[in-house]
C-alpha cells in the first residue's frame, strides 16, 4: 500500500472528505481576509501619511476650509476621515451659535463616534479568523475520530488487527489531524499580528484626536475672545 495523499484521499470514506473539505474552506477564508487586511491596512497607512504632509501646516494655519477639501481626497485614510468628521461638526456648532455644549464637546463627542466605527471598520474579517483558530482543530479533532473508527471497522471486517487492515484509518485520522493545526496555527499568528497592527493605528488615532481637540478649543478660545473684545468696544 503507497502512503501518498493521493491514495489516502481516494480511501478516504464520504464524511472524512466533507470534514477536509470544511478545512479547506476554512484555509481558503483565512487567506482571503489576510490578504485583503495587510493591503488594506497598507493602502491606509500610505495615504494617512500623505494626509498628515498635507494637513499639518493647515491646521498650524487654521485653513480649515482646505483642510475640508484635502481630508475628503484621502478617503482611505482612517485618520481624514476622523478629522473630516471632528472638523465639519466644531464649524457647524459654531456658526448656529451657543447651545447646552459648547463646539469642542460636540467635536469631542463625534470624534468618540467616528473611533468606534474606525475601530470597527479595521477589525472587519478578524473575527474570522478568531473563528477559525479555535474551530479547526476540533473539527480536524472530528476527522481523526471517524479515521479511528474507519480503522475499527476494518478491523471488524477482516478479522485482523495488522497493519494493512487498519492502516488506511489511521492515516486517513493522521492526515484530517495535521490539516487542523495547519489551518488553526497560521489563523491565530496572523489573528495576533493584524490585531497588534490596529492596535497601534488605534493609538495614533486617539492620540491625533486629542491634538486636534486641543487645538479646536484654542481656537475656540481665541474666537470668543475677539468676540467680547468687540462687544465691548
Known sequence: MQFDLAHIWASMGLVSKLIAFVL???STATI???????????????????FVKEAQPLLDAWDTEELLRVSDRYRLSALARLVSSAMRRFLRAE????????????ARREVERRREALSADLR????VLASVGSVAPFVGLLGTVVG???AFQSIATTGSGGLGAVS???????????????????????FNYLTGKIAAVETALERSAGELLDDMEN???RASEERILEEAA
Open 95 to 106: 456658526s448656529e451659535g451657543a447651545g447646552n455644549l459648547t463646539p469642542v464637546e460636540l
Open 124 to 127: 472587519r474579517g478578524l473575527s
Open 32 to 50: 482571503a481576509v489576510v490578504v485583503e487586511r495587510v493591503i488594506a491596512l497598507a493602502r491606509m497607512n500610505a495615504e494617512t501619511r500623505a
Open 168 to 190: 488506511a484509518g489511521i492515516s486517513e485520522a493522521l492526515i484530517e489531524t495535521a490539516l487542523g493545526l495547519t489551518v488553526a496555527i497560521p489563523s491565530v499568528l496572523f
Open 148 to 150: 479511528i473508527i474507519t
Open 219 to 221: 481656537q475656540h478660545g
Open 24 to 26: 479547506v474552506l476554512m
